[in-house]
């Protein structure tokens, strides 16, 4: 599988963005996708993930302003940005793993290039 994450941007604090993960591949149906980011000289979160089934999980930060979603008919997951504040600044990747959802980066097998998401003052 081969992701590609798209969507990312400069955006201003209480603002919204729409992150896209395009795969390629005949399995990214049957695959758990998740969210991650990595900020300046922080460790990489977990952000949120969705299970082959549309089962959903969210990170802590996010929960209630964050919306993963899965179109498995166009290979494409999505994360729905809301009420962005400073703190969400980070390069955003998209990652997929054959199993149940995880919150674990290492246990996903394949990665996309990451886009970065900036929200100002």
């Known amino acids: 599988v081969q992701l590609q994450a798209f969507g990312g941007g400069l955006v201003q604090t209480g603002g919204s963005l729409r992150l896209s993960c395009a795969a390629s591949g005949r399995t990214f149906s049957d695959c758990t996708v998740g969210w991650f980011r990595q900020a300046p000289g922080k460790v990489r979160e977990f952000v949120a993930a969705i299970s082959r089934s549309s089962v959903t999980y969210y990170g802590a930060s996010v929960k209630g302003r964050f919306t993963i979603s899965r179109d498995s008919a166009k290979n494409t997951a999505y994360l729905q940005m809301n009420s962005l504040r400073p703190e969400d600044t980070a390069v955003y990747y998209c990652?997929?793993?054959?199993?149940?959802?995880?919150?674990?980066?290492?246990?996903?097998?394949?990665w996309g290039q990451g886009t970065q998401v900036t929200v100002s003052n």
């Open positions: 990652a997929a793993r054959s199993g149940a959802v995880d919150t674990t980066g290492d246990r996903y097998n394949y």
